[in-house]
């Protein structure tokens, strides 16, 4: 199967949690958005078909959305759970894959709490137009939600035992974990430094992940987009306190 | 199975989106909280058994959760993913249940940011603390963000054609989409009366899944908890214009 990626091209976003997995399976996949327009990409290829689709049967709400065969999926979370069993990525049990999924779910709200610390108000405005709501937001994210989500999921880990958060292999919870802390440490160096004495096994977690060959291969390569401050992790100083 | 479902006892909040889909499946279930203590309830089990869980080797970062036998199932869309199969609320064809639950992940990227409306700085304040950065949100959100999922989930049912999100039964994304125009119109009735129009798909699918026997008699059972000020879909007067 040869997979699309829908994305917008220029930024990780949630797209990053679906390139991660593709990677890191050997999925054979291209992301349309970001071939050049000669070989059919770009955003007006991206805009086209989201038109088409707009108009179809089952469009997505938002992106990023993977084209698999006649199929477009949407949900980040939807698409992992899709891709998890054909890439090898998540262990065969049910109850292990609702367990993963369980995860990834949480991840995604630890996200969605992250990229409001710079915008708590409003997608449709900039960040300087809130910037003095996210001063509060972001304060109390650092005070109360960073802590209570690094220490669930160190405490995943330590349960778990082998080094992943279920099992003896990497599962796509465990590249979104990996690009979670990658994240939150571009975004919050100085409250991700004062949490390091008690997250040892999220920062062996993300080291893992980085050692795997795709992953490695994926991350030295130009397909990785670097952190911005147009995305979901942001390094503006005066947020990290 | 008896299913125990673990959530707050005072509100309907996202356990309601379990509790319906266990009302509307006919599923045999226990309220742990809502239970009277010499029953074995009360908001004093609901904190043991999540203590004993916190310890325990998969537990959930927030509720509500379901025990099915051994284990304890968290995050509502997963909950729904596990109950949907059991309780004839979802198809068969896997495409079909990605699709459910695709809509399921995109109502709970709706209600979070309906909670927000109120509460866009942080959980641990009281709306009265946030109130000027809620009114700010709020008017984004009616202004941009309530329109475009309304008019996303309307289109999802027009195209689909039988009244239902997939095929010809309701699914535990219906009973879902249910609840979240009941509570937007309890929280935002006059930017709901002004979106009338464009919904009327949303409006008879409300009616259709009130109509439905058993979710009929629980809403008029003491089960069914009414709206409220501590919850998700709260009405106040200045965040609808």
Redesign the interface.
Known sequence: MRYELYYWPGIQGRGELVRLALEAGGAEYVDVARLPPRQGGGMRALTRVLAAHAA???????LPALRAGR?L???T??IL??LGPRLGLVPRAE?DR??V??LQ??LA?FI?ETH?THH??????YYED?RA?AL??AL?FRS??LGK?LG?FE??LA?AGHGWVVGRRPSYADLSLFQVIAGLRYAFPHAMADCAGRTRRLAELHDRVCALPRVRAYLASPRRLPFSEADIWRRYPELDG
Chains 1, 2 share one sequence.
């Open positions: 179809g049967e089952r469009p997505p709400f938002a199929r999926i949407g949900q979370a939807n759970a899709y109850a609702l367990w999924h369980q779910l949480t709200d969605a409001d708590p108000v409003a997608l449709s405005l809130q709501e509060r937001r109390d109360h939600r989500f669930y405490g995943v349960r």
